[in-house]
């Protein structure tokens, strides 16, 4: 691990913002894809998901979002039920996601992407997010900003749809699979961006299967295998593991 980037925040101790207790969580009535999960993210934090495809990871991001129903158990969000909550009232709790495949507005230009970010906005959620914060944070994409999102590279779709859900002001943000796909110079910029937020007091769960840059940037750390935790702790506890070296690390 990182000392410079996750060390520096795990020895503080901090409230917990988002608690996902027993949920279950189905596509199809009866038949659950999540099975009795239970995580917790604190204020600050970076908490990876680590697991394989098929493991429950997306089904797991879209309950938080209020896209899939819970069919059981508890999901509060800063001390509040998020039980029967609407996407659109999640986001403006505080809550931002960049779902797996990017789903930028390929018709709309990269400035009018990030208009649609801010759309939800809430005064007093996180930090004040402008346009010149988010071109700031990828110049690459302030370069572009008139160019429809559908002619981008993979890595600038990427990049924007990461500063599209920063425009929403979050408090705690989704990220679902943000390196796949991507070649390894960009998959080093996007990981660099998210230890640069947190370091910066951006809360973040990070659905991951590149398990080694997840581990670096993160202070904790979960495994979900067939819908179950089957593993979870310090991010540096989890690197060390022998199972965890030989099913994720390829050691």
């Known amino acids: 691990m990182n000392p410079s980037s996750a060390g520096d925040r795990s020895e503080i101790d901090r409230p917990k913002l988002l608690q996902v207790c027993q949920i279950h969580v189905s596509y199809v009535a009866g038949v659950d894809v999540v099975h009795g999960v239970s995580l917790d993210v604190n204020l600050g934090e970076v908490v990876c998901l680590l697991g394989r495809n098929g493991a429950g990871k997306t089904t797991l991001i879209k309950a938080l979002c209020g896209l899939l129903p819970v069919n059981s158990g508890q999901l509060t969000f800063d001390g509040t039920s998020l039980l029967g909550v609407r996407p659109a009232e999640i986001v403006a709790a505080g809550i931002a996601v960049v779902p797996e495949g990017r789903r930028v507005f ?146």
Do not use: H
């Open 106 to 251: 390929s018709n709309l230009t990269v400035a009018e992407n990030l208009a649609m970010g801010a759309y939800s906005r809430r005064n007093g959620l996180g930090p004040s997010w402008r346009f010149d914060r988010a071109y700031d944070l990828f110049p690459r994409l302030a370069e572009r900003r008139t160019q429809l999102a559908g002619t981008l590279s993979g890595g600038e779709q990427q990049m924007l749809a990461m500063a599209r859900a920063l425009m929403a002001q979050p408090r705690l943000l989704l990220l679902d699979e943000p390196s796949m796909g991507l070649a390894p110079l960009l998959i080093n910029l996007i990981f660099d961006t998210i230890n640069r937020l947190a370091m910066n007091g951006m809360t973040v769960l990070l659905v991951e299967q590149n398990a080694t840059a997840a581990l670096d940037i993160a202070d904790r750390a979960y495994v979900l295998e067939r819908g179950t935790i089957v593993k979870s702790g310090l991010a540096g506890s989890l690197e060390r593991d022998s199972e965890i070296q030989r099913s994720y690390l390829g050691v």
